[in-house]
C-alpha cells in the first residue's frame, strides 16, 4: 500500500476505535467526556453527569445541559447532546441521548416531511434516525448507516425501546453506503464527513442514493477558506472533528462537482479559532 493509503487506514481506525470506545462507555454507564470526542461540554464532571441512579428525565436534563453549567468557552458549547432541544427528545431512549457526538441538529434543519425516506451517514448510537423516523411519521422511513459494530449495537438497542417499526440501521461506511441508487428523499449527516478520509467519495454517494429532487441537510464542522490543512490540524485532532474539516469552498465545490445544485453552507456557532459547526445544504437536480 501507498504512504497515503496507510494513512487514511490509520486514520479511519483511529476514528472507529473512539466511537467504539464512546458506545461502551454508554451503554455500561460509564460514559465520560474524555472517551468522548475531544473537548465535548455535556456529561462530563462540570454537568454532574448522567448516573444511572437518576430517574430518566433527571438523566435527560443532564445529558442536554446548559452551557453555562460547562463555562463558555465556544468549543465547550459546540458538541453532544446539548445541542438537542429537550423537547426534540421526548420520548427517546436516554442511550440514543447520552451517545450523541454531534455538532447540531440536522432533523431540525432538514424540513423533513410525513412519508420521506432518510438516510443518516454515521448514525452512532442513533439519534438523529430516530427523531427523523418520528418525523416522517409511518408511512415514510429511516435508514442509519455506522461502520462501528459497538455503535449499531447500541442502536439497536435505542431502536427497541422506541419501538420505532419504520427504521433500518445498516452496517457500512458512509464512502460506499448499501443502499441502492435513489434510494432515499433526504440524507442528513451530523458531524461526520469531517472525519471521513476520502470526502469526494462521501459526496458522491450521497447524490447517488437520492431520488431526483431529493436533498441533504447536514452538520459539519467547517473550515474558513484562509486556514490552511496545516492551520486546522493545530486547532484540534482528526478524531476531534477539527483536523479533517473542509473549508467553506471546498465543501461548495466538491457539492458541485458531483451534481448538487442550490449549494449553500451556513456557520451556526464556532467550534475552533477559525472552525465552525455548519449547516450543509443541497439539492439532486429533477433531471
Given at each position: 500500500m501507498?504512504?497515503?493509503?496507510?494513512?487514511?487506514?490509520?486514520?479511519?481506525?483511529?476514528?472507529?476505535?473512539?466511537?467504539?470506545?464512546?458506545?461502551?462507555?454508554?451503554?455500561?454507564?460509564?460514559?465520560?467526556?474524555?472517551?468522548?470526542?475531544?473537548?465535548?461540554?455535556?456529561?462530563?464532571?462540570?454537568?454532574?453527569?448522567a448516573p444511572a441512579d437518576r430517574d430518566e428525565t433527571e438523566r435527560a436534563e443532564a445529558s442536554c445541559c446548559e452551557s453555562s453549567c460547562c463555562g463558555d468557552t465556544a468549543t465547550e458549547r459546540s458538541f453532544g447532546?446539548?445541542?438537542?432541544?429537550?423537547?426534540?427528545?421526548?420520548?427517546l431512549p436516554i442511550e440514543a441521548i447520552e451517545?450523541?457526538?454531534?455538532?447540531?441538529?440536522?432533523?431540525?434543519?432538514?424540513?423533513?416531511?410525513?412519508?420521506?425516506?432518510?438516510?443518516?451517514?454515521?448514525s452512532g448510537g442513533g439519534i438523529d434516525v430516530l427523531l427523523s423516523a418520528k418525523r416522517v411519521g409511518p408511512t415514510g422511513f429511516a435508514y442509519g448507516v455506522d461502520m462501528t459494530d459497538e455503535m449499531l449495537e447500541l442502536a439497536e438497542a435505542n431502536k427497541a425501546k422506541a419501538e420505532l417499526a419504520n427504521v433500518e440501521f445498516l452496517k457500512g461506511t458512509i464512502e460506499d453506503v448499501?443502499?441502492?441508487?435513489?434510494?432515499?428523499d433526504v440524507v442528513i449527516s451530523n458531524c461526520v464527513i469531517n472525519l471521513s478520509v476520502d470526502k469526494p467519495a462521501v459526496l458522491a454517494e450521497m447524490f447517488r442514493v437520492l431520488t431526483p429532487g431529493g436533498r441533504i441537510g447536514v452538520s459539519d464542522v467547517v473550515a474558513e477558506d484562509h486556514l490552511t490543512g496545516e492551520q486546522r490540524a493545530e486547532r484540534?485532532?482528526?478524531?476531534?472533528?477539527?483536523?479533517?474539516?473542509?473549508s467553506r469552498s471546498e465543501y461548495l465545490d466538491g457539492l458541485t462537482a458531483v451534481g448538487f445544485t442550490d449549494t449553500s453552507v451556513e456557520f451556526t456557532h464556532e467550534a475552533a479559532d477559525g472552525m465552525h459547526a455548519a449547516i450543509v445544504r443541497a439539492t439532486k437536480p429533477t433531471a
Amino acid at each position: 500500500m501507498t504512504e497515503n493509503t496507510n494513512e487514511s487506514t490509520g486514520l479511519r481506525e483511529q476514528v472507529r476505535a473512539r466511537y467504539a470506545q464512546a458506545a461502551t462507555a454508554v451503554k455500561t454507564g460509564t460514559r465520560n467526556a474524555d472517551l468522548l470526542v475531544e473537548d465535548q461540554c455535556c456529561g462530563s464532571s462540570c454537568c454532574g453527569g448522567a448516573p444511572a441512579d437518576r430517574d430518566e428525565t433527571e438523566r435527560a436534563e443532564a445529558s442536554c445541559c446548559e452551557s453555562s453549567c460547562c463555562g463558555d468557552t465556544a468549543t465547550e458549547r459546540s458538541f453532544g447532546a446539548g445541542l438537542y432541544d429537550l423537547a426534540d427528545a421526548e420520548g427517546l431512549p436516554i442511550e440514543a441521548i447520552e451517545a450523541s457526538l454531534g455538532c447540531g441538529n440536522p432533523t431540525a434543519v432538514a424540513e423533513l416531511r410525513e412519508g420521506e425516506r432518510v438516510l443518516d451517514l454515521g448514525s452512532g448510537g442513533g439519534i438523529d434516525v430516530l427523531l427523523s423516523a418520528k418525523r416522517v411519521g409511518p408511512t415514510g422511513f429511516a435508514y442509519g448507516v455506522d461502520m462501528t459494530d459497538e455503535m449499531l449495537e447500541l442502536a439497536e438497542a435505542n431502536k427497541a425501546k422506541a419501538e420505532l417499526a419504520n427504521v433500518e440501521f445498516l452496517k457500512g461506511t458512509i464512502e460506499d453506503v448499501p443502499l441502492p441508487d435513489g434510494a432515499v428523499d433526504v440524507v442528513i449527516s451530523n458531524c461526520v464527513i469531517n472525519l471521513s478520509v476520502d470526502k469526494p467519495a462521501v459526496l458522491a454517494e450521497m447524490f447517488r442514493v437520492l431520488t431526483p429532487g431529493g436533498r441533504i441537510g447536514v452538520s459539519d464542522v467547517v473550515a474558513e477558506d484562509h486556514l490552511t490543512g496545516e492551520q486546522r490540524a493545530e486547532r484540534g485532532s482528526y478524531v476531534g472533528c477539527i483536523a479533517g474539516a473542509l473549508s467553506r469552498s471546498e465543501y461548495l465545490d466538491g457539492l458541485t462537482a458531483v451534481g448538487f445544485t442550490d449549494t449553500s453552507v451556513e456557520f451556526t456557532h464556532e467550534a475552533a479559532d477559525g472552525m465552525h459547526a455548519a449547516i450543509v445544504r443541497a439539492t439532486k437536480p429533477t433531471a
